[in-house]
């Protein structure tokens, strides 16, 4: 969907202009959003944003194997998205950021050691827990991923 008008009310007459912005040109160069998006300097991807491959959404069913409560346990788990370095799962338990465990991919019985990067978020399904390998094993998941400088056409 391409946004091609977007009506905004004029600010009013004893409204602040924004930081950086002089009284004089509050009402020039600001016409259209469009025009101004377009003037925006482009940001670097920062943080949670910026990847260093393509994610795939792709349900994969799985198993955890990992020390929980001080004992070993199991757990039968589904992947959001996968990449060649990981993947997003959920999980019915929280799992600590820094946890080390193995992943196997139920469908080849292939085990690949890995760690929990970042806190898992709750969501209605479980946690979604993020997995790193940890080496990068791009046939672990048995599908061709995107190009690295691949990006969609917005």
Not at 61 to 84: H, K, M, Q, W
Not at 90 to 109: A, D, P, Q, W
Not at 141 to 151: E, M, S
Request: aromatic fraction near 8%; include cysteine.
């Amino acid at each position: 969907m391409k946004i091609e008008h977007l009506n905004i009310p004029p600010a009013s007459p004893s409204a602040t202009p924004p930081e950086g912005v002089s009284p004089s040109k509050q009402g020039q160069d600001s016409a259209t959003p469009a025009v101004a998006a377009q003037q925006a300097p482009i940001r670097p991807i920062a943080g949670e944003e910026r990847r260093r491959t393509q994610r795939v959404l792709l349900r994969v069913r799985a198993n955890i194997y990992v020390a929980f409560e001080g004992e070993s346990a199991t757990f039968d788990v589904f992947t959001l998205n996968v990449n060649p370095r990981g993947a997003l799962i959920i999980m019915s338990k929280f799992l600590e950021s820094g946890t080390h465990l193995v992943l196997e991919n139920k469908s080849t019985r292939e085990r690949v050691p890995c760690r929990v990067v970042r806190p898992p978020r709750e969501s209605p399904e479980g946690f979604q827990v993020p997995l790193e390998f940890d080496s990068p094993a791009p046939q672990f998941w048995r599908i061709a991923f995107p190009p690295t400088d691949w990006r969609s056409q917005e």
